[in-house]
């Protein structure tokens, strides 16, 4: 079985930028369901299929398929619910853990979010000084629910 296990947090500076180049993401949700997330994805000209279950503290199963780049874009344009999600993602070395941290664009503009994937939940990981709050636990900052509630539309972050 795939799992991911996944830590979330809020970018505070700019001090990780010229690190990486970005790359282009978008993302669309064939279903937003908390227990069963099926999210399609281009990133530059690949797509992929991607099914998420529920989170047990940091981790929850996870599947992941490259799909044909077509398949992916007809997809996102005829089936995932609107609006589609784009994001910039770099990927920034630390301490030998890799971050991905996403520069939110469209509706949910203004918002960057950092997230370590890692090996085991109790994992210890030194944080960058660019890491401000864990959200790893607010369902607010998942992907899934920024299509239905964009950040640009909250009172405070």
Known sequence: MGKEIERKFLVIN??????????????????????????????GQRGYLTIKG??????RPEFEYEIPHDDALELLSTLCIQPIMEKKRYIVEHRGVRWEIDEFLGENSGLVIAEVEL???DQCIDLPDWVGREVSHDPRYFNSNLILKPFKHWKTA
Not at 30 to 43: A, C, E, K, P, T
Not at 54 to 59: P, Q, V
């Open 54 to 59: 529920k989170f047990k503290g940091y981790s």
């Open 14 to 43: 700019d001090n990780w930028r010229g690190q990486s180049a970005a790359v282009n993401y978008r993302q669309g949700y064939l279903s937003l369901d908390m227990d069963r997330v099926v999210r399609v994805r281009v990133n």
């Open 119 to 121: 090996q085991e939940e």
